[in-house]
């Protein structure tokens, strides 16, 4: 009995199998994966080009719109407007002019603003534009001064006053006045005061005395002096030949001179009689200057 246990148990032990490689092609597999990825890095390595970011910079460049045909138009226009006779025929023909510039709703609109029975006449003097702005899709406004010798008897005056105007151009370049001469202001003097040159001390006395003399030499010949008579006190084309007679030196006005190296900048005013005119012209001049051989010279 006992060895019939024993080959019981024989019969039920299995020998232990080691089984080595079953995997093998998915191994090959990983190992081919690898070994290509490898190959792909060196092969993108040797071959990369090299790249650079480009920025692109859009310029937008500001389109500049010719108004002088619309500022012939304006002015046209207001010489007409604004001048007529003291008659009904007058009157009429300045109506029938108006048909060139404004729409029927504002020649309606227009049609009793000068009447025969209103003893005063106008004539234009002078027309001036002040400025001219697009205001929308082929709109402009544009502001105007109107200068009228206006006669009322035996009395006459002249009368400055400043209107805008509303005119629209179509693609033709033709035009129209959309809006009544409507009263507006006119640019005013500015407050604005600019700095005033003033001495610093870095010009010497004997420096000051030098410098007055050589611009009292120049300035008296200047007027008159030739391009090669110039080129004895200007270098670099700095001063502009003048060629007149007419201009008689005066003298000079307040010089402030300073120095900054071995250069010398000269803020002047410079009197001219105009022999034409018997006016005495003042000019002024922001001169640069260095001593060339021993001598000043103006430069650019």
């Not at 001219?132 to 400055?160: L, R, W």
């Amino acid at each position: 009995m006992f060895q019939n246990r024993n080959k019981s148990q024989e019969k039920q032990k299995k020998p232990r199998v080691l089984s080595i490689g079953t995997r093998r092609p998915v191994v090959i597999a990983l190992w081919a994966l690898l070994i290509c990825a490898f190959a792909f890095a060196v092969y993108k390595d040797f071959t990369a080009v090299d790249t650079h970011t480009v920025h692109e910079t859009t310029v937008v460049q500001e389109e500049v719109t010719d108004t002088n045909a619309i500022e012939s138009f304006v002015t046209n226009f207001a010489k007409v407007y604004y001048s007529w006779e003291q008659s009904a025929a007058s009157i009429e023909q300045r109506t029938e002019n108006l048909k060139y510039y404004l729409t029927d709703e504002l020649l309606t609109l227009n049609v009793d603003t000068v009447r025969s029975d209103v003893p005063v006449s106008s004539k234009v003097e002078d027309v001036q534009i002040w400025s001219v702005e697009e205001i929308g899709d082929k709109v402009y406004k544009i502001v105007y001064s109107v200068s009228q010798n206006v006669i009322n008897g035996e009395e006459s005056s002249v009368i400055t006053s400043v209107y805008e105007v509303s005119v629209y151009v179509d693609d033709a370049g033709d035009m129209v006045i959309i809006q009544s001469p409507t009263i507006t202001g006119k640019p005013q003097k500015s407050g604005y005061v600019p700095e005033t040159a003033e001495p610093d001390g870095t010009v010497s006395a004997e420096e000051t005395t030098e410098i007055t003399e050589f611009l009292t030499t120049f300035f008296t010949l200047y007027p008159t002096a030739t391009e090669q008579e110039l080129s004895y006190y200007v270098s670099g084309g700095a001063l502009p030949v003048i060629g007149n007679d007419s201009y008689v030196f005066a003298g000079l006005v307040n010089p402030v001179f300073t120095k900054n190296g071995d250069a010398v900048t000269a803020n002047v005013a410079v009197q001219y009689l105009d022999q034409r005119t018997g006016m005495t012209q003042v000019s002024q001049f922001t001169l640069h200057l260095r001593q060339v051989e021993g001598n000043w010279k103006i430069s650019c």
